[in-house]
């Protein structure tokens, strides 16, 4: 069973920074290709960003292009999001997750994920 636990939201002002993190366990982290999601209020889950097993390949959301960096630890079996500029449009819970999948790449559609985190709540105020 994979497990998925974020961590590091919280409340910023507007052009500020956060960086949140999601450690995996009971499985093998290098197996799995990462990635974030944010829901909104009033809104559909969206993609934000994913990064493939090697760490080699990472891809971002026109929104957060230039201002988010994804990235992977494999020793730390952990996925980080580091949150730069931020905008109150960034507002949203932010959902770590996980697929398992032969291939070396970064997937966007969420229904192909299997396992996610519960999420952690980032607001950010004008």
């Known amino acids: 069973q994979v497990h998925l636990v974020e961590s590091g939201g919280g409340l910023v002002q507007a052009g500020g920074s956060l960086r949140l993190s999601c450690l995996l366990s009971g499985r093998v982290f290098r197996d799995y290709g990462m990635a974030w999601f944010r829901q909104a209020i009033g809104k559909e889950r969206e993609f934000v960003s994913g990064?493939?097993?090697?760490?080699?390949?990472?891809d971002y959301s026109i929104s957060v292009k230039g201002r988010f960096t994804i990235s992977r630890d494999d020793a730390m079996m952990s996925v980080f999001l580091q949150m730069n500029a931020l905008k109150p449009d960034d507002t949203a819970v932010y959902y770590c997750?996980?697929?398992?999948?032969?291939?070396?790449?970064?997937?966007?559609?969420?229904?192909?994920?299997?396992?996610w985190g519960h999420g952690t709540q980032v607001t950010v105020s004008s």
């Open positions: 997750a996980a697929r398992l999948g032969p291939e070396d790449a970064v997937v966007l559609q969420p229904d192909l994920y299997a396992h």
């Open positions: 990064i493939n097993r090697s760490g080699r390949g990472a």
